[in-house]
Nanobody, 124 residues
């Protein structure tokens, strides 16, 4: 019943921008922490950002140009990606874990519910 669906990926030139969406159903965002992850071909999955009611966090690799946000009325989390580089290429996933909105989210892999992913390709 709990479901996450990513969208907004595509092909973009270096320096371009994309906005990814993570639409949640079957649960209320305010009761969960949401993380964004990415995985390049042949590499380990890495956590790049997360958000809770206490605010957002970012990995060092994406501090410049990436912004996570949440719209509780739409039950959707967004990842705005600016100044994209080829090394940002990969499959991007959102994931959720039930945690208090009063706690800051943690940049780890301990998220339970996952979306299907959306492909981001940064290339000339």
């Amino acid at each position: 019943q709990l479901q996450l669906v990513e969208s907004g990926g595509g092909l973009v030139q270096p320096g371009g921008s994309l906005r990814l969406s993570c639409a949640a159903s079957g649960f209320t965002l305010d009761d969960y922490h949401i993380g964004w992850f990415r995985q390049a071909t042949g590499k380990e999955r890495e956590v790049i950002s997360c958000i809770s009611g206490a605010g957002p966090s970012y990995a060092d690799s994406v501090k410049d140009g990436f912004t996570i946000s949440r719209d509780n009325t739409k039950n959707t989390v967004y990842l705005q990606m600016n100044s994209l580089k080829p090394e940002d290429t990969g499959i991007y996933y959102c994931a959720a874990v039930r945690r208090s909105r009063l706690l800051r989210c943690v940049l780890n892999d301990r998220y339970i519910y996952w979306g299907q992913g959306t492909q981001v390709t940064v290339s000339s």
